[in-house]
């Protein structure tokens, strides 16, 4: 028997690290050290822990690896891609799904964007917006999680990653992952969920293992996100598609607004979609999202 293991931490409650580990899930107590340190495990951590009683599953967090990524709400480390939903009804709500997006580029997290409830649009106008994203860079994949449409491809992208699935309330992500993993059992459209953002909560932010390998964050939301912290000459960056022209502007600081022989402007309606650059220009002149 091995008395060292290396695994990785799903949940913790109370003080207790459940590791995953190659022989099972151990519950772990985390060593002063740590705390001295003032290193804080967290959920998606990859760990080496000692074996206190392997018939009872418990052990000692020794040894925390270092983090590719770090969200802050919900907490969790190391997530291989965030999967965007959005709902084709009332709205794709542009504002949000760039947010988000500028959010996860400047964190370097790789993004799928995933078009929800397309069963309610027979008319298929949400392909225009898919089309924008797809041109940005984006992998975009329509959805039903209430017709079945769309998941297995949508499973396939998991495989092997540790995915969070963000997005407003209410367009569908609960309802999802039910539909992908049967032993998820969200509360869909869940009045004690919503509520439970509040005070009431005593759901804890956790990885399910879904599959060797594939993990899902269960979280009681990474619905909210903010680009006031980004600085108004940082955005451009946070645009994939703008990257490959940003060194060949007339000015070296070209904010790409209003300054001439803009290298930007001069692929806005072919490469760069219109809307997401004028969204832009409002974003950098300072009337959207200053929230
Ligand atoms: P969440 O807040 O993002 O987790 O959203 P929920 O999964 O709770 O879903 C919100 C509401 O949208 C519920 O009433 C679901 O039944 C409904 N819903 C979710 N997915 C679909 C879909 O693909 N099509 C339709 N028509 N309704 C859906
Ligand atoms: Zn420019």
Redo the contacts with the bound molecule.
Sequence with gaps: MKDMLTGRIVKGVGGNYYVMTEIGEFVCQARGLFRKKGISPIVGDFVEISVIDCAKATGYLQKIMPRKNELVRPKVANIDQVVL?C?V?PQINLDVVDGFLMVCEKQGLDVILCI?????DVNKQYLDAGRAYEMAGYEVLY?????S?GLENLRAAMDDKATI?A??????????L?ALFPQFT?????LS??IGRGKHTTRHTSLLEVGNGTYVVDSP?F?SFSIAHIDKRQLQYCYREFKPYLDNCYYVDCIHVSEHDCAVKERVGIDIDIGRYERYVHYVLGDRLND
């Design positions: 939903v709902a009804v929800n409830k397309v069963d309610l959805t039903s999680a209430e017709q449409v699935l997005g407003p309330s209410g367009v569908g992500k609960s309802s999802i039910n969200l509360e869909v459209g869940g969920e919503k939301g619905t």
